[in-house]
């Protein structure tokens, strides 16, 4: 089936179905927009499963989620979403983004999550986008904004848990949104150690794509201790 989108970790085809599309999962890594490029070898592998599996939780506890089935290792079945052209990230602890912006340290936990809205726009280097910048920009209601705002923090309830019950504390994650063909607001793209900080909870060890953007060594290996703690 025809390729509807090829972007920098996955391709997204066609399929027979005209409100569902295919999502195959590669090995390719970028970081730093794309300045930093890399194979992480089974990396498609380990985030089709860790993002099904999570999904899968999610709509188990009343996240409305894009997520059909696995079709297998490295393809997911999806609902077919218009994107909203939004990143929502929240946030636990500090780290990444947040500490080069207000020099809190890394690993500073926070008592609420903080979320965050950034502009999907490879041009322009996905800017932090305040409300008022969303509505410039015609990117969202500020309906919509509320209601992302209030799904990114339900989805980080379901999901601080699951991770702890393996020892493991989300640090952060990013989320992306659409609008299916019925018109009903739903999670989609992915939720994997690309997307989201995952710290060991006893040794503190990252075991995210940092170990790839801080060359910080054994990614592979990272990446494969989540697909075991997370398919537990
Ligand atoms: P990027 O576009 O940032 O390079 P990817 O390589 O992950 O990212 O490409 C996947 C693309 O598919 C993203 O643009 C994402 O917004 C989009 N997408 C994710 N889920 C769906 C969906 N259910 N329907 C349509 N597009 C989707
Ligand atoms: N993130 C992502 N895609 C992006 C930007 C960020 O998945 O384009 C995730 C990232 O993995 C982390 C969280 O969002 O879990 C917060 O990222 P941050 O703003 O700290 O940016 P970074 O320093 O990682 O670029």
Redesign the pocket.
Known sequence: MPLL?E????R?YSTDRADE?R?EFTDAATAFNGQKRAEIEMKGVVNAAVSARLFQWLGEHSIET?FVEQLDDRNLL????N?VALEVVVRNWVAGSLNQRTGIPEGTPMDDPVVEFYYKNDALGDPLLNDDHIRLLGLASADLVARLRQEGLRVNQVLKPFFLQRNLVLVDFKL?F?WNSAGLLKL???ISPDTCRIWDQTSGERLDKDRFRRDLGRVEDAYQEILRRVMN
């Not at 972007?7 to 996955?10: N, Q, V």
């Not at 999806?78 to 979403?81: A, P, T, W």
Request: cysteine-free; overall charge negative.
């Open positions: 989108y972007g920098k970790a996955k997204v599309v999502v894009h999806v609902e077919r979403l994107m992306e659409g989609g793209d992915e």
